[in-house]
């Protein structure tokens, strides 16, 4: 019997059985497996709830909807396990740091409200009364408004997001740091720069009518499973998937889907990429800028690849952008790409040879410094030849959390419109503030400086996942309060405030009455479809209360009742949803719309070809290419570019097990993928073990030790390793170019060999 740590190369297709055993496996560790197949039966369907998995969208009449992946999430919040006050008697608060992050979600479910006692170093029960109190007393004790945090995760349903902004604006802030702001808020942003909507503009139908399909910077085997389906089906109607990732992902390489019997028996692998291009990180944008370079050559030698009409009638700046492509060099779109001209020029043929062409991307997009121009140059790319607002064709930002969108449709947004707080202002007939709030890195800063003094988190798990993980744990504590409305003990907890408090709420697939009526959510997934859903288990402990409850109870404790009867509105959702359906557009009459089986589609507008940019056109953006800011060197060690990413048994912070199966990865998670020829170069051999040090331009010393070196096919420079473990290694102040986003995808290090650490 090999070691269970191990390494060994994954040769099956991503899904297929592999994906069976593991989903029957997470099943079985719930231990309520019988509660959590009835829960799977109704995941995504009309009478269910929706996956809390991730934002793609729901197949209609698909009888079985969820995934390997899916499976797991919904699992991980059924567990009969229970962490109350007695669990910190055995555990201190101070010791429960050195525990892991899988340890830390294993204990169970928060199963009583819980408030941190630093004389004991332990969190003790409070009743839900005392807490609100504890809340509204330190809240209203700030000395302004913007001293108030309140970061949500996406998992947020829409109604308890609106109440949640809705509290923090009648507060008087926007302080409305939230995962998004980590996330995909380069797509938000350049898209709305670019084409007037920050969201994409395709349909699920749209990807049964592409004939070319460009996934960049994403592995949907692990992150999107149900999206490798889509491919699939795509795949054989012939269309072409041309995959751009950094490493070769198993899920866009083979697929067998694990609910179609017939390709289980036949094991009749779907192949899913035509062509894959492996580029350095950061190096897309190259890329895209090559493939135009060579659609314009063809351009102007006859061949039409534009599409002259639409570039007439809806955009602007062509000119500028083609002076600017016709400026770029081959050398140093080959040098930055790491990809070469005949590589770039047959992405540009399947290009110029599709009449319908669908781009998707996901983080190894939105995580680099130019991640704006990034998106943006993608939308050039898509415009050149009208591919946006025709069926079959569009843009497609593939989300990470099941509501991220919906969160800031309904309002979690720390740079809110003034149209938006103009319909809020006029609705509610009161002032809304204007001044714009903090995003996540803001947010630590302000934090770490004692300009913001209380941190509310609607969910999520902010010690784990920002960035500089120690600068971040300490502003934490800075902090007068700390309060964290959450599922599961988790890293976020362990840095309490001088008052810290953690509120148990129900998770999506649980029952929520109120008032002795069983009450419903919405949710919009990533193709801007609102939909309800509805949890049916029992909960874990009858002292968890419901998100809205939570909410409205803070609210009511800070604010009182008199202007808004928040604890009437918690009563009956319905309520909520009127709200938001009087103040945010194409939400109308939505207690009625939700009855239509799959839920509504909210308006796009860029699909429909109408611009609402300043110029009332779709724009070209103009970026030049990124300069290298990384040395080459540092302290005489070559200096590398790590990017950090996801696991197969993992969501996010949440750790479900120890394997990464489709990088052949078991029993561990502290493993530094690197390209082979480099190990040689730095006279490494694989098992070895290393620590990390980041490069940046301050003088703070940032260190992760204990990663053991997997030979891996990888660009030469480039090195891959799992997050949460590698966020101290990345730099506060190493943020997208008007986005703010942390630079996942791209932090500069050095590889320290330890001494004596041999292990394989
Ligand atoms: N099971 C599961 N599902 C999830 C999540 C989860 O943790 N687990 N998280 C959810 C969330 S919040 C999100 S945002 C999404 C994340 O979904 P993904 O974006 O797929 O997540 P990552 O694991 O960060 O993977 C980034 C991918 O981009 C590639 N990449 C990295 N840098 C570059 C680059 O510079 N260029 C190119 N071309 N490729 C690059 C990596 O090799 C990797 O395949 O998934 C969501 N769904
Ligand atoms: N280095 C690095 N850092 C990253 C990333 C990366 O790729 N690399 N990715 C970034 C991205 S894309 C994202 S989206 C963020 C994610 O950041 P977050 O959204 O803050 O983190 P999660 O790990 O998704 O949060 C998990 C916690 O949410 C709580 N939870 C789960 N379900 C529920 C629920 O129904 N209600 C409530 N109230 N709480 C619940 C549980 O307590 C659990 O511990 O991380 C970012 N950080
Ligand atoms: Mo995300």
Redesign the pocket.
């Known amino acids: 019997m090999p070691d269970y740590k191990r390494i060994e190369p994954y040769d099956g297709a991503a899904g297929g059985w592999g994906a069976l055993v593991s989903t029957t496996r997470a099943l079985l560790n719930s231990r309520r497996p019988l509660a959590n197949i009835r829960n799977l039966l109704k995941v995504n369907q009309a009478k269910g709830f929706d996956c ?1 998995g991730c934002a793609w969208g729901d197949a209609a009449g698909h009888s079985v909807n969820f995934c390997e992946n899916g499976a797991k999430a919904v699992a991980w ?1 059924a567990t009969a396990s229970q962490v109350r006050a007695d669990f910190f008697r055995r555990h201190k608060v101070s010791a429960l740091r050195r525990q892991s992050d899988y340890f830390l ?1 294993y204990q169970g479910r928060i199963a009583e409200p819980l408030s941190y006692n630093p004389a004991t170093d332990e969190y003790e029960h409070i009743s839900w009364q005392d807490a609100f109190e504890l809340i509204g007393e330190k809240v209203r004790a700030l000395s302004s408004p913007d001293e108030l945090l309140l ?1 949500t ?4 349903s829409n109604e308890v997001a609106y109440l949640y902004q809705l509290f923090g604006r009648f507060y008087g802030t926007n302080n409305f740091p939230d ?2 702001n ?3 808020e380069a797509s938000g942003v350049g898209l709305s720069q670019s084409i007037g909507v920050g969201k994409g503009t395709v349909t699920l139908d749209d990807f049964e009518q592409a004939d070319a399909i460009f996934v960049f910077g994403q592995n949907p085997g692990t992150n999107h499973p149900r999206m490798l389906h889509t491919l699939g089906q795509a795949a054989k109607k012939g269309a072409a998937i041309v995959s751009i990732n950094n490493l070769k992902e198993r899920g866009l390489e083979r697929f067998d889907n694990p609910q179609d019997p017939r390709h289980m028996l036949t094991r009749s692998t779907s192949s899913i990429s035509s062509l894959y291009l492996c580029p350095k990180l950061g190096g897309d944008m190259a890329l895209v800028r090559g493939m135009v370079k060579q659609l314009w050559d063809w351009q102007q030698q006859g061949r039409p690849v534009f599409d002259r009409d639409f570039i007439d009638r809806h955009t602007q700046g062509l000119d500028g952008y083609l002076g600017l492509v016709e400026q770029t060099g081959w050398a140093e779109i080959e040098a930055q790409s790491g990809l070469s001209r005949s590589q770039i020029t047959e992405a540009a043929a399947v290009f110029a040879g599709a009449k319908r062409v669908i781009c998707t991307w996901a ?1 190894g997009i939105t ?1 680099h410094r130019h991640s704006l121009a990034t998106v943006q140059e993608i939308v050039n790319l898509q415009l050149l030849a009208g591919h946006i607002g025709r069926p079959g064709a569009g843009l497609s930002p593939v989300r ?2 099941s509501n ?1 969108q919906g969160n800031r449709t309904v309002g979690i947004n720390e740079l809110p419109s003034d149209d938006f707080l103009d319909r809020l202002e006029s609705h509610f007939e009161r002032p809304m503030p204007r001044k714009h709030g903090l995003n996540t890195v803001e947010s630590i800063a302000a934090m770490e400086q004692g300009t913001a003094r209380a941190f509310i988190a ?5 010690a ?4 500089d993980s120690g600068r971040t744990q300490t502003a934490l504590s800075n902090c007068e309060l700390t309060v ?7 890293r976020s907890h362990l840095w309490p405030g001088k008052a810290g408090l953690i509120l148990p ?4 697939t649980e029952q929520d009455l109120q008032n002795g009526t069983p009450q419903y959510i919405t949710v919009e997934d990533s193709f801007s479809m609102v939909h309800a859903s509805q949890g049916m288990t029992a909960p874990n402990s009858p002292e968890q209360r419901s ?1 809205v409850a939570i909410v409205a109870g803070i609210a009511a404790a800070v604010l009182g009742e008199e202007e808004l009867p928040w604890t009437v509105l918690a009563g009956d959702y319905g309520r909520i949803r009127e709200l938001i359906g009087q103040t945010i557009p194409g939400f109308e009459d939505m207690n009625t719309r939700l009855d239509t089986p799959g839920g509504f589609y909210l308006d796009n507008s860029a699909a429909r070809r109408e611009w609402r940019t300043p110029s009332g056109k779709a724009n070209f953006f103009a970026h030049p290419l990124p300069t290298q800011l990384l040395p080459l060197e540092f302290e005489g060690r070559p200096v590398h570019t790590l990017q ?3 696991a197969h048994d993992q ?4 750790i479900y097990g120890l394997d990464d199966r489709y990088r052949g990865v078991y029993g561990q998670r502290m493993v530094l993928f690197i390209n082979r020829e480099d190990l040689v170069v730095l006279g490494m051999e694989a098992g070895q073990k290393v620590t990390l040090q980041s490069v940046w331009t301050d003088n703070r010393e940032r260190k992760v030790a204990g990663f053991t070196l997997v030979p891996y096919d990888i660009p030469r420079g480039n090195l891959a390793a799992y ?2 473990e ?2 101290p290694l ?1 730099p506060l102040d190493s943020i997208g170019e008007g986005t703010g986003t ?1 630079t ?2 791209a932090i500069g290090v050095v590889l320290i060999p330890e001494r004596d650490s041999r292990i394989l």
């Open positions: 809390p919040e979600e970061y995760s996406g998992r947020a995962c998004s980590m996330c995909h983080m995580q990470g959390h991220v609607l969910g999520g798990n902010f784990a996942a920002a960035p964290h409305i959450s599922t599961k003990l988790n709420c129900l998770g999506r998100e950090t990413l996801r969501y996010n912070t949440t997050y949460p590698t966020n990345v942390p996942s995808k």
